[in-house]
């Protein structure tokens, strides 16, 4: 079902970082990525709505809870950070550094490309658009300060391998030594200070282990979600959510993930009542 391929980085137009424009011709040599076939188509031909359900589905609640996953990344201002599975660039938009967005979907990010030519703040002409691999990041070791990923784990076929594709891009903790000479010619450590790992910031659909939590939330999805989501003609997109989440991880089993990845910490936050969640996890 997964077929890992090259990516391609499209270049920047002249009036901002635009790796991509909605209905217009692609450049030679521009190769489509090829991943799990039905997620991207699905994703495709949900990106003209995605933003306004989102907005709609959540009662505006998603934008706290992306603030929030940003805040936890600890990126900050001259920061080199990747959005991984970036959709149409809300994550991106809140950071304020040098920012490549990645995502599989090409219409997602055409419209992700739209919303920064139409944005008005001066740092959005940082942000760079990529359609690429999660499984295959086309990124040098050690090259980003942190990651954000917003609503894409949960999606990827081979969790593991997304996890430790993001611990090779993200940079290492590091000691710096002050060392000063004594009048005996010794040498002397005088100052030792420890800065810790990239972190990355992982927000999706808590799997509760709470009974009550998850039942709500399928009643939510079956009752709220594909209803509205029909009135969009997408009923069938957005049926494959609750077993999307069925089939994820709880807090506890995300934690396991990262560690056994070879993040040195990782913690589970549940937000939002408990219907989601955002795993922090440091290198």
Partial sequence: MMAVAATASLKPTSSCLLCLRPRTKLPAGYRPVLCAIERQAL????????????????????????????????????????????GSGDLAFLLSQKVTGLDFSKEQLFIAASRQGLLWKPFYKN?????????????PDCHFDAITVGYGLRNLVDRNKAMKGMLRVLKPGHF???????????????????????????????????????????????????????????AEEYTYLKSSIREFLTGRELETLALEAGFSDAKHYEIGGGLMGNLVAMR
Wanted: glycine residues 6%; aromatic residues 10%; charged residues 15%.
């Fill in 127 to 139: 942000i760079v658009w990529i359609e690429g691999d999660a499984l295959d990041l086309p990124f």
């Fill in 43 to 86: 994703f495709n031909r949900i990106a003209p709505v995605y933003d306004n359900l989102n907005d709609l589905l959540s009662l505006g609640q998603h934008r706290v809870w992306k603030r929030m996953a940003v805040s936890w990344s600890g990126a900050k201002e001259g920061d080199c950070v990747l959005d991984l599975c970036c």
């Fill in 176 to 234: 710096i030594l002050s060392l000063s000479q004594t009048h005996n010619a010794h040498t002397r450590i005088s100052l030792l200070l420890f800065f810790p790992g990239a972190r990355v910031s992982i927000l999706d659909f808590n799997k509760s282990s709470q009974l009550f939590t998850s039942t709500v939330l399928e009643w939510m999805i079956d009752n709220v979600v594909i209803p509205v989501a029909s009135s969009y003609g997408l």
